[in-house]
């Protein structure tokens, strides 16, 4: 290993996805990936513990091994930007909605590939040389083509990035009380849940409950299973 060895993590819940990855740096010796993890609550203190340029992620993690709602993507990626600033992040994923590509976009991510865009895993050591060596960028066809034609979404209500975390912690701990997401974010309560309300006018609902359901309608956060109705609510 060089000074010039790119370290990399892969985020996905499924072990054999490593194998394949593995399979796709074959003909890059100066990538190596140093850590993975299977769910949400492992990549923080995988980031912790091994240096790291390139975290790749696949946005269906659960956020743990007992927790299967989907991990809050845009709290991890602020975490990590917040922490770990020299650390990239390219999504490898499915979903192909636009307003979800669109947050992520503007989140700060280096890279968004489709599972099914097969030069970009042909090229997966070229585009990761890319985005770290070179600040560059790597977008799926599809994703260029969803971005250019429907780059603002006039149907999907506008959030901030503050707000987008707030609906992702929501979505993956649906049972917590707001005083213990605020506690995540390190803001009060208050801040808290005027955000909440902020974002209840917005997608015309009332509760916590309603609103994640709204914003896996609208393509805003990853599907997974509905909380029930009556959630706690802010």
């Known amino acids: 290993m060089t000074r010039d060895t790119i370290h990399i993590a892969i985020v996905d819940d499924h072990p054999a996805a490593l194998r394949g990855y593995e399979s796709y740096l074959a003909n890059a010796p100066h990538i190596k990936i140093v850590g993975a993890a299977l769910c949400g609550d492992d990549v923080m203190p995988l980031l912790a513990?091994?240096?790291?340029?390139?975290?790749?992620?696949?946005?269906?993690?659960?956020?743990?091994?007992?927790?299967?709602?989907?991990?809050?993507?845009?709290?991890?990626?602020?975490?990590?930007?917040?922490?770990?600033?020299?650390?990239?992040?390219?999504?490898?994923?499915?979903?192909?909605?636009?307003?979800?590509?669109?947050?992520?976009?503007?989140?700060?991510?280096?890279?968004?590939?489709?599972?099914?865009?097969?030069?970009?895993?042909?090229?997966?050591?070229?585009?990761?040389?890319?985005?770290?060596?070179?600040?560059?960028?790597?977008?799926?066809?599809?994703?260029?083509?969803?971005?250019?034609?429907?780059?603002?979404?006039?149907?999907?209500?506008?959030?901030?990035?503050?707000?987008?975390?707030?609906?992702?912690?929501c979505a993956a701990y649906p049972e917590k009380p707001t005083t213990e997401l605020a506690k995540h974010l390190h803001i009060v309560n208050a801040t808290f849940r005027d955000h909440l309300t902020d974002i209840y006018l917005k997608f015309g609902v009332s509760n916590r409950a309603a609103a994640i359901i709204k914003a896996r309608q609208l393509g805003l956060i990853v599907s997974g299973k509905p909380p029930p109705l009556n959630d706690p609510q802010a």
């Not at 696949?58 to 602020?78: A, G, M, T």
């Not at 070229?126 to 770290?132: A, E």
């Open 49 to 169: 513990q091994n240096h790291i340029d390139l975290l790749v992620l696949d946005l269906n993690v659960p956020s743990s091994r007992e927790n299967k709602s989907p991990y809050p993507i845009f709290h991890l990626i602020q975490q990590a930007a917040d922490l770990y600033p020299h650390v990239s992040v390219a999504i490898i994923t499915m979903y192909d909605e636009t307003p979800l590509i669109n947050a992520l976009i503007e989140k700060g991510v280096s890279g968004y590939i489709l599972k099914d865009d097969l030069h970009a895993m042909q090229e997966f050591g070229s585009i990761i040389t890319s985005i770290v060596r070179y600040d560059g960028r790597y977008w799926s066809p599809e994703v260029r083509r969803i971005l250019k034609l429907d780059n603002k979404n006039e149907n999907v209500p506008s959030l901030t990035p503050r707000q987008m975390e707030i609906l992702s912690l």
